[in-house]
């Protein structure tokens, strides 16, 4: 199943300019004015899941279900910062990401990204069932 995904590199990219709102002063995850962890996660996230465009079947998707990530090195507003995922392992539906993430200077973070493949249909159906019945 995802075992054929490692058949061929698995690598996607993603990049941003560091923001106010990518701050961590404006995410609530610290006072000053550099690039919030929770934006990295979601750089980063965003990058393993642009691996698999065009590679999963109809009706398919991934969800992140663990990341295990380092920020190194903060990154100031204006600033540019782009990460990289590979593709490294997948077992199952389960497929594992090493990702790493450089600033304009410097390497800012690196993490190990598990994500799983779902049928979206079930998937969301699961979820509004947590809903309950609806009136």
Not at 33 to 62: D, F, H, I, K
Request: hydrophobic share 45%; net charge negative; aromatic share 2%.
């Amino acid at each position: 199943m995802s075992e054929d995904l490692l058949a061929t590199p698995c690598v996607g990219e993603s990049e941003q300019v560091v923001t106010e709102e990518w701050s961590a002063l404006s995410m609530g995850s610290g006072t000053v004015p550099v690039l919030a962890t929770p934006a990295l996660v979601a750089l980063m996230e965003q990058a393993a899941v642009r691996a698999l465009e065009g590679r999963l079947p109809a009706g398919q998707t991934s969800v992140g279900v663990r990341i295990d990530v380092r920020h190194l090195a903060a990154t100031p507003i204006g600033m540019g910062v782009r990460a990289r995922a590979t593709l490294v392992a997948a077992e199952g539906r389960r497929l594992t990401f090493q990702i790493e993430a450089w600033d304009d200077a410097e390497k800012v973070g690196e993490a190990v990204h598990e994500r799983v493949l779902v049928d979206v249909g079930r998937f969301l159906e699961r979820v509004q069932g947590k809903l309950g019945p609806q009136k």
